[in-house]
């Protein structure tokens, strides 16, 4: 049993679960947002997809690695608008409008890339980002090379979570997201405008989702694949419950996830004939459910979720 | 912008709305066949033409339309009781293990005890897989979007092994696939030389069967009254979660059922590539019917002429056949609004 842990103390165990974790707390994040201000956004996988695509062919196209995640971000965000436009201002069922918009958004990506690149065989690659190491700690043996070498989308998903905490629990404008996700009548009364509010965090949060997959094409690996969210954003969906829409705890739960994810991989390589690579792979679809039936029963989910608002209508 | 309710929805109106989204969906997309240098009047004409223009191609269209009218059934009955099963592809792939478990050679009967046999099957398995997530929801409140969504990734990995692993036909030089289902097992052709087979007629029937049900019995009123209002439902009496376990199995039901179809009636034997994702393709084909039964035949005949004619239209002009499922995407969408306009009207003030 000593040895089985062994992998505790390798630092690749620590940078792998980090860059697991990352694409996980942005989309987790973006959800967040959204959901606290009352819209499900089931768009997040295909929000994700299209980060991923539009990040990388930004770069492909010859921009920058910085310039592909804004791009990505701006085509998250231009999905967001268009969800809020149906999710929120005319009011549309939130469950039907995300998963038009995860189909449109992926379709559209695998369109684009396919009439971009009609005739490659293999996936093209870039060169990704390279790790930054905060200098000084990166020295420290084992430890600093896990935790202080890492991608600098992984810094920036690091800082995010402060932001995003910072923000929606200590600014007016991060009260208003909440009010208008638990009581959008009362936030009217206020005189906040709950459409602008709600359709501002849907817009934010797909932007946040979109840079989590651009981590896939820019940082995680160098090409782009179709199908290559592979369930991440229904993965972040789960750990949003997981985490009761706090995001320090939606951090823990992604970091928690990736380790076991990493964990999982490492198990496998060591004694892989015993159990089929294929079950292995269900483990992190596996836990998000189970997660999901942990946490359900006591879950506080915004009071204002799934509900329209329009106003004047009671 | 206000959104006032209509008093009176006629019934053009009901008809026309998701026809004008459509046509609408087709006129957004047209702005990116013309981004591919091609004529969009060429491209839409191909399309037609490659799902309809001949007796082959109609044969082709009406095939895949078999399938999607199983899959769209099961999501228009379980969205009409507000369960939100996006399972189906999962649910397909387990109606298709079950038929692959019983229909390689475990039963040898007659043909008219097999067939049937292979659908009930496949049928109570993707319903009893829809069952783990409603439970969950009925009993513990685990939401069902996130875990049936979830569940297509897992059941697909089991196919993964099963094809790759324990039921890996050793005579198929080394592909992996499960071994045929025998031919007592085997749906008929319809149409000489052509691979429209009998399940195009279980569909139909299906769809009627659903559309009696939906309209005619207590169960069906049970689960319009759960998806109308839960809290009314319960009030006067109708048992919610019995009705919504009910709507489960009869969902899982049908998604099983398109799964043995498609192995039963089209590929013979169980692949990883039995479905390119009819089951999420099934919740476009509910919506684009407003849920009925009847108008997912007809949905379900749109969305296969538009993927089969954007295959032959692909492969004519340099326009990638993902623009089939773009189209179905934004169509998705358009509906949506049209519903919406359909029920309401806007106020500008």
């Not at chain 1, 709950?194 to 949060?205: D, K």
């Not at chain 2, 979007?145 to 099963?162: D, E, P, Q």
Request: proline share 4%; charged share 10%; glycine share 10%.
């Amino acid at each position: 049993m000593g040895d089985f842990f062994d992998f505790l103390f390798v630092a690749g165990f620590w940078a792998a679960t980090l860059r697991m974790a990352t694409p996980l707390i942005f989309g987790t994040l973006g959800e967040l947002v959204c959901e606290r201000s009352g819209v499900l956004n089931l768009g997040i996988e295909g929000i994700m997809t299209a980060g991923s695509m539009a990040g990388w062919m930004w770069v492909y196209q010859g921009g920058d690695l910085w310039g592909g995640v804004l791009f990505a971000a701006f085509v998250g965000g231009m999905f967001g608008l268009l969800h809020s436009l149906f999710s929120v201002y005319l009011g549309l069922s939130q469950h039907v409008t995300g998963l038009g918009i995860t189909m449109l958004a992926s379709s559209l990506s695998y369109f684009v890339f396919r009439m971009m690149l009609p005739n490659v065989t293999t996936p093209p690659k870039i060169v990704p980002f390279e790790s930054w190491s905060l200098p000084f700690f990166s020295e420290i043996p084992v430890l600093g090379e896990a935790l202080f070498v890492l991608s600098p989308l992984t810094w920036l998903a690091l800082l995010i979570v402060v932001v995003v905490g910072y923000g929606l629990f200590y600014t007016p404008l991060g009260l208003a997201v909440r009010m208008v996700g638990e009581n959008p009548m009362a936030a009217e009364a206020q005189g906040i405008n709950v459409h602008r509010v709600r359709s501002g965090a849907v817009i934010f949060g797909s932007a946040l989702m979109a840079v989590g997959g651009s981590f896939l094409t820019l940082s995680a690996f160098d090409a782009f694949y179709i199908g290559m969210t592979n369930g991440r954003g229904w993965i972040c969906i789960a750990l949003v419950v997981f985490a009761s829409w706090k995001p320090g705890k939606a951090l823990l739960g992604a970091l928690f996830f990736a380790a076991f994810d990493a964990m999982q991989m490492r198990v496998q390589q060591q004694a892989s004939a015993a159990i089929p690579y294929q079950f292995y792979l269900m483990a992190p679809y596996v836990m998000s459910i189970v997660a999901l039936i942990i946490m359900s029963r006591r879950a506080a989910y915004p009071k204002a979720l799934l509900v329209p608002f329009r106003r004047g209508e009671r | 912008m206000r959104l006032e309710p209509r008093d009176h929805v006629s019934l053009a109106m009901a008809i026309a709305g998701p026809i004008l989204a459509v046509l609408a969906a087709m006129a957004i997309c047209s702005l990116l066949i013309l981004w591919s240098g091609s004529s969009i009047t060429e491209a839409y004409v191909l399309l037609f033409k490659g799902a309809l223009g001949s007796r082959f191609a109609i044969s082709e269209t009406l095939t895949r339309t078999t399938v999607l009218i199983l899959t769209g059934l099961a999501a228009a009955v379980a969205f009409r009781a507000k369960l939100w099963n996006i399972g189906g592809e999962g649910q397909l792939y387990m109606g298709a293990c079950a038929a692959t478990m019983l229909g390689t050679g475990f039963l040898e009967w007659s043909p008219y005890l097999l067939v049937p046999t292979l659908f009930l099957a496949g049928a109570l398995a993707g319903g009893l897989l829809l069952l783990v997530p409603t439970l969950l929801k009925t009993h513990l409140k685990v939401d069902e979007v996130v875990t049936t969504l979830l569940l297509n990734f897992i059941i697909l990995l089991l196919v993964n092994y099963l094809v790759f692993g324990p039921w890996k036909d050793p005579m198929a030089m080394g592909w992996p696939q499960a071994a045929p289902i025998i031919d007592q097992g085997l749906l008929p052709i319809l149409l000489a030389k052509t691979r429209l087979h009998a399940g195009f007629l279980v569909a139909l029937a299906s769809a009627f069967g659903i559309w009696v049900l939906m309209r005619f019995t207590v169960w069906g009123y049970e689960i319009r009254a759960v998806g109308a209002n839960p809290e009314a439902a319960r009030f006067a009496g109708v048992p919610v979660n019995r009705t919504i376990i009910r709507t489960a199995l009869i969902s899982g039901g049908l998604a099983g059922m398109a799964g043995v179809c498609e192995l039963i009636g089209l590929k013979g034997y169980l692949t990883l590539d039995l479905s390119p994702g009819f089951g999420y393709t099934g919740i476009v084909v509910a919506m684009l019917a407003g849920l009925h039964p009847l108008g997912v035949i007809l949905s379900a005949f749109f969305v296969a002429v538009v993927f089969n004619g954007a295959d032959s239209m692909s492969r004519a002009l340099s326009v990638s056949n993902y623009i089939a499922e773009v189209i179905t995407a934004v169509s998705l969408l358009t509906v949506l609004v049209s519903m919406l306009l359909t029920r309401y009207r806007i106020r500008w003030k």
